[in-house]
């Protein structure tokens, strides 16, 4: 069974720069996974943020940018603002298997 | 704006059908796959299938065959039919439309979410 890794949990100060990371058991994300970011708030259902890889929703935030780093999938939040807490999943394509979304990172601004 | 609302009980007896219906609103089914995720209580999403507009789909293999999604194009709505429930199976529902061409792949519009329990 396809597992996707993302780090449970970070936390960012206000105005700082976190990368959050998407890892699949079968091996190196490439842009043939057409990766894929939400963000969900509690409460809240999940919110498209970005796809393909890089690719933005006119609804994306400038600061929320993504790509592929050391054979991961990656999402930098540059200047991070305080309604950016929140958990953040990602999710990998598999061709005929469908799809996998990662276990999700509980970012916390702090 | 295309919106997607999901509808049905929101209590099942173990080991019967859960069903629900998403209805489209702002838009046509046509054209785009159709997807179900799910989210139990305190947990991650889980992707549990999709349904191209004319009837080709693809399911997640962790749930051994209970699980149906089609669509109907005259009321513009797509379903979810997962057998022979558990109370694993109490989640929050999710429908979701996913945009597919050529370099991509998108799961971009979803509904606000039903939240379905399985109990006696």
């Known amino acids: ?110 | 704006q295309v919106q997607l609302q999901e509808s049905g009980p929101g209590l099942v007896k173990p080991s019967e059908t859960l069903s629900l219906t998403c209805t489209v609103s702002g838009g046509s089914i046509s054209g785009y796959f159709w997807s179900w995720i799910r989210q139990s209580p305190g947990k991650g999403l889980q992707w549990l299938g999709y349904t191209f507009y004319s009837g080709s789909t693809t399911y997640n293999p962790s749930l051994s065959g209970r699980v149906t999604v089609s669509g109907d194009t005259s009321k513009n709505q797509f379903s979810l039919k997962l057998r022979s429930v558990t109370a694993a199976d109490t989640a929050v529902y999710y429908c979701a439309r996913v945009s597919v061409d050529r370099t991509s792949i998108h799961f971009d519009e979803w509904g606000q979410g039903t939240l379905v329990t399985v109990s006696s």
């Open chain 1, 1 to 110: 069974q396809t597992v996707v890794t993302q780090e449970p949990s970070l936390t960012v100060s206000p105005g700082g720069t976190v990368t959050l990371t998407c890892a699949s058991s079968t091996g190196p994300v490439t842009t043939n996974y057409y990766p894929n970011w939400f963000q969900q708030k509690p409460g809240q259902a999940p919110r498209a943020l970005i796809y393909s890889t890089s690719s933005k929703y006119s609804w994306t935030p400038a600061r929320f940018s993504g790509s592929l780093l050391g054979g991961k999938a990656a999402l930098t939040l540059s200047a991070v603002q305080p309604e950016d807490e929140g958990e953040y999943y990602c999710l990998l394509y598999y061709g005929g298997a469908g799809v996998v979304f990662g276990g999700g990172t509980k970012l916390t601004v702090l």
